[in-house]
């Protein structure tokens, strides 16, 4: 059985709910460890947090934090623009630009989180 997808539509409801449920939980995850690493800091300097994210287990957990935000981003957006905005050509557009800037983020992140 095959299924015929138009360009900016025809996504299934449940692996979109599926895959935001689980990015969510690694964000919050990844927020809660950062914040308990905050608060067991006796001084939080640059020198600490340099040394944090200079761990190979920091650089690889960020990885997935900033994987898992960009792929949030854009379901979320995605699913706004096809609830929405109703001219095809606006919606693909849009689609479009929000592609462009979340992998333009996500490359300029893993630049800077590299660099440490």
Do not use: C
Request: avoid cysteine.
């Amino acid at each position: 059985m095959t299924t015929n997808r138009i360009v900016t539509g025809a996504h299934y409801g449940a692996r979109d709910w599926v895959a935001q449920r689980i990015t969510a939980i690694i964000l919050t995850l990844y927020t809660l460890y950062l914040l308990v690493r905050l608060f067991a800091m006796p001084e939080p300097s640059y020198a600490s947090w340099y040394q944090l994210f200079a761990s190979p287990f920091m650089k690889v957990a960020t990885l997935l934090a900033l994987i898992s935000l960009a792929y949030h981003s854009w379901v979320g957006m995605r699913n706004v623009y096809m609830d929405y905005i109703k001219p095809t050509w606006l919606r693909l557009t849009l689609q479009i630009g929000t592609i462009v800037l979340l992998i333009g983020y996500a490359f300029w992140a893993l630049i800077i989180l590299w660099k440490v």
